[in-house]
């Protein structure tokens, strides 16, 4: 069956550093990965796509790469801030799944000042 | 745009209630995704309509989950009877095209 796995359930990086989150499937042959911020108490909010023929895409801080031989996806944030800490979960989608997204459980993300 | 509404926030109930979750997406999307969201299980769609019509249910627990969209703009999530282990965050999400979908806030089911 298809599964997703985020690296760690929690992730704790000084202020300033580079936060790097990883994302590893199996089973699955997506068209695109997404990646998704949730703060507590909310649903979560789309930050990046991106498709299986691009290796990398970036967005101010962000940056995520998309490897489909390793089938892995880095989502990189470069000089944290403490207002970055949150859930980041991906999300796969395409690759016959329908149009549905396939999410995992997420990284807790927390930058301490 | 308000965002995709979902309604009650909270919700309380003693196992064996019916419990009904409604949803409002985003004006003008034409797919709607009923989620739920546990510690153990993550994020797990239950549901998906495409233009009303649903699509893939095969994540619909059992058959105490029922779901319509009975137009565009509305949607119920029902659970009957109600148990313990329903307990968790449900979220609807739309989306227009292929892509980036929208989350709702999110319903909070406790059944005691």
């Known amino acids: 069956s298809q599964k997703i796995e985020q690296n760690s359930e929690a992730l704790n990086i000084q202020e300033g550093k580079t936060a790097t989150l990883t994302c590893n499937y199996t089973?699955?042959?997506?068209?695109?990965l997404q990646w998704y911020r949730q703060d507590p108490g909310r649903g979560p909010v789309f930050l990046l796509l991106?498709?299986?023929?691009?290796k990398e895409k970036r967005k101010e801080r962000l940056k995520v790469t998309f490897d489909t031989t390793l089938k892995q996806s880095l989502f990189h944030i470069t000089a944290s801030q403490p207002a970055d800490s949150a859930t980041y979960l991906c999300a796969l989608g395409g690759g016959g799944s329908q149009g549905n997204l396939i999410f995992g459980k997420g990284t807790k993300l927390s930058v301490k000042p | 745009d308000a965002g995709v509404i979902q309604s009650p926030r909270h919700e309380v109930t003693e196992m064996g209630q019916e419990v009904t979750l409604r949803c409002k997406p985003i004006?003008?999307?034409?797919?709607l995704f009923w989620y739920r969201q546990t510690m153990m299980r993550g994020l797990e769609l239950l549901i998906y309509?495409?233009?009303?019509?649903?699509?893939?249910d095969s994540g619909m627990p059992e058959d105490r989950f029922s779901a319509k969209m009975p137009n565009a703009s509305f949607s119920t999530l029902k659970i009957q009877p109600s148990e313990p282990r329903d307990s968790a965050v449900y979220f609807c999400a739309s989306r227009t095209g292929e892509e980036t979908q929208y989350f709702g806030p999110g319903t909070r089911l406790l059944v005691l």
């Open positions: 089973n699955y042959s997506p068209a695109y």
């Open positions: 309509f495409n233009n009303n019509v649903p699509i893939d």
């Open positions: 004006s003008g999307h034409n797919s």
């Open positions: 991106i498709r299986e023929n691009e």
